[in-house]
């Protein structure tokens, strides 16, 4: 068996450890289910999928835990296999930002070569890691409101917190709408390593 996976997979790749592959399809259906439920809480309308509130607010607080959970166990992951430098932009990417935005503008048909993420799915992925903590705190802040009451403290209040959380929502949105049209334009080789693992 281990030598008919090796054959199967003999000059790829390992581009996502498992680990890496099971959490991002654990925290990227439950920040989706986030969104169009939380949205559907903003402004019932049925272009979010949901029929009534009492739906919306079951699958929000199903991808709520789902989202807590993987994110936790993702920094976790992070920080153990040392895989946070992929990640999280340095100054390298900085110097080679222009490279990179020339040929996302359509300015040069040749392709710069990055040792994993580029500058810019460095920046989305950081910017993940940075707002999802935003909305977890304020989230946990509208749910657990008499226990919990410093998020509600520190904004003025329930309503500006309601209003953190939904600012957060907007942006994590246009991330993840960002980040799904490069992952199904850039390379099919790159979409299916996030299935298979390898490139
Ligand atoms: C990426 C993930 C998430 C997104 C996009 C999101 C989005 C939203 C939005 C847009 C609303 C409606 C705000 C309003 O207009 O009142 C909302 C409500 C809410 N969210 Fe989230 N949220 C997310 C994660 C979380 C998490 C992690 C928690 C808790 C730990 C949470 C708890 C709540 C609660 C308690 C409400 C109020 C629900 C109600 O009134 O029934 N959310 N969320
Ligand atoms: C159907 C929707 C999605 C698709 C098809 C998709 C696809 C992908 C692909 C192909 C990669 C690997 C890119 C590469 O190897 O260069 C990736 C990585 C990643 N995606 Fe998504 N994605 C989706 C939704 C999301 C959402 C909603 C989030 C929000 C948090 C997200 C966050 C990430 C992160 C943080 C990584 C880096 C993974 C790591 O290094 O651990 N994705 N995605």
Redesign the pocket.
Known sequence: MKSLLSLLIKGKKLRHPWPTRLLHWSYAP??????????????PSRVHGFTN?DS??KT??I???V??SSYLARVYYAYSAKNYREIIPDLKDIVRMPEFLKYQLFLTSKKPKFPKYNPGQKIVYTSFAL??PV??????????TKRFQKPATLAGGLNPL??L??L???S??AL?AGHIYFALTDSLKKLKSIFTGYK
């Open positions: 439950a920040v989706l289910a986030g969104i169009l439920s939380g949205f559907y809480i903003t402004r509130m919306a607010r929000h607080f991808a709520q835990y989202l807590i707002l999802i909305q977890i705190v304020t989230g946990l802040g509208l749910y657990v309601r209003k959380h939904y957060a929502s907007v994590i949105s993840a």
